[in-house]
């Protein structure tokens, strides 16, 4: 049987509803694909789109800027050509897993100039048109790290600063009261030996009014110098101010301590200083040394070894007093 008039009126009604439906669809597809493109191309950061095989899918020239190579070079790239952390093994296994929630790290991309930078990196896996792709949206962050690391850098020689004589390039005493506790709480907790040395140049005030503060300078500077090649790895010297120094050494007894402070009182007596032309002369130190005991403080350890150190002043000086035995004349 025919279809009527009415009914075939009818059925164009509805073909031509359905064209007119389509069309709109198409028109919203064509405009959302426009505002994808506009904003992709817009963006301030990179943003390139990658197949699971590493390939590029889309790319915006931001990206293509950040790694120095023009849009069409970046679409013949393949992730493993700009990323300089990865292997590409470990790549091709990162973009299988990529998951729709993604991922944000911080990675290290290769330029066509060869030169590495600093990206900040988030990812993540979606689908489009039946095919699995993976959005990365890249930031460079070489500047910015580079400021961190300045700024760190700044923090720590500050840092440093405000704990380091500016003459002597040894500890300064306000560092030195910090140590000494800690290195007590260590001795006390695991029971190990801790000993303290205080040494303080003879006569400087003399030296120093004869020849000037110029040349007195250079003996604290050499003393510096002399007590940084004398003591060990393990410990620690300071200037505590004026003439007076003063050397922490942790796992050591006074047995030890005091060998090392021999030493040292050898080394000065050998130096020649020459504060004016065809002047030479010799130093010589007065030293104190104290092994911290468990009913004392470290407070009063300091005090023992500054006791000690003015006990072999008026000795005679040029000599090494400890606990365990009175001060001897040294030659």
């Known amino acids: 049987m025919k279809p009527t008039y009415e009914e075939l009126e009818e059925k164009l009604k509805r073909l031509e509803g359905m064209e007119k439906a389509l069309k709109e669809a198409e028109q919203n597809l064509l405009d959302k694909i426009a505002m994808w493109k506009l904003m992709l191309k817009q963006s301030r950061e990179g943003i390139v789109i990658l197949y699971p095989d590493g390939s590029v899918y889309e790319a915006n020239q931001r990206f293509a800027d950040m790694l120095g190579y023009s849009l069409e070079e970046a679409y013949g790239l393949s992730v493993w050509d700009w990323d300089a952390i990865f292997e590409r093994e470990e790549l091709q296994e990162m973009l299988r897993t990529v998951g729709d929630s993604g991922a944000h790290f911080e990675t290290r991309h290769r330029r066509k100039d060869g030169k590495v930078i600093d990206v900040e990196l988030s990812n993540n896996g979606t689908v489009y048109k039946g095919q699995k792709l993976i ?43 910090s140590q000494l506790e800690k290195e007590v709480e260590i001795s006390k907790r695991y029971d190990q030996p801790l000993s303290l040395m205080m040494i303080d140049l003879d006569d400087f005030k003399q030296f120093n009014d004869t020849y000037g503060h110029i040349e007195g300078d250079k003996v604290l500077y050499r003393m510096g110098q002399i007590l940084k090649s004398s003591i060990r790895k393990s410990d620690t010297a300071f200037r505590y101010g004026g003439e007076e120094f003063l050397v922490l050494m942790p796992v050591t007894d006074i047995r030890n301590a005091s060998m090392m402070a021999e030493r040292i009182r050898k080394v000065v007596c050998g130096e020649i200083f020459q504060p004016g032309p065809g002047k030479e002369v010799s130093m010589t130190v007065s030293i104190g040394v104290a092994q911290y005991q468990e009913d004392i403080d470290g407070r009063e350890l300091f005090r023992q070894v500054d006791s000690l150190m003015y006990e072999a002043k008026k000795e005679g000086k040029n000599r090494v007093c400890d606990l365990s035995r009175p001060g001897e004349k040294k030659q």
């Open 135 to 177: 959005l990365c949206i890249c930031r460079d962050v070489t500047e910015r790290n580079r400021m961190q690391e300045a700024l760190i850098e700044s923090e720590k020689r500050y840092q440093e600063l405000s704990i380091i004589d500016d003459l002597t390039r040894l500890y300064n005493s306000r560092y030195f009261y």
